[in-house]
């Protein structure tokens, strides 16, 4: 788990999370912002947006994601 960051590191945005760490804390944030638990695909793509990522980028992660959910399945 990442160390605690003072405040004045959060805001000159001194702190670097590894990317684990970053994509479970995104994870939580976005399950609790969302009413229902679930997110559009425009409303992911529009995250991703604001997070500069490409919408190539989600559409290769998508067909990663729904590969390995059906090797996690069988």
């Known amino acids: 788990m990442a160390d605690l960051i003072t405040d004045a590191q959060a805001r000159d ?4 999370y590894p990317a684990e760490d970053a994509q479970q804390i995104l994870s939580l944030a ?4 969302t009413e ?15 997070l500069g990522i490409a919408p190539e980028t989600i559409a290769a992660a998508e067909r990663e994601w729904d ?8």
Do not use: N, P
């Open 67 to 74: 590969v390995k959910k059906y090797e996690i399945a069988d």
């Open 36 to 50: 229902s638990g679930e997110l559009s695909r425009t409303q992911l793509l529009e995250i991703a947006d604001e």
């Open 13 to 16: 945005g001194g702190f670097l």
């Open 30 to 33: 976005i399950a609790r912002q």
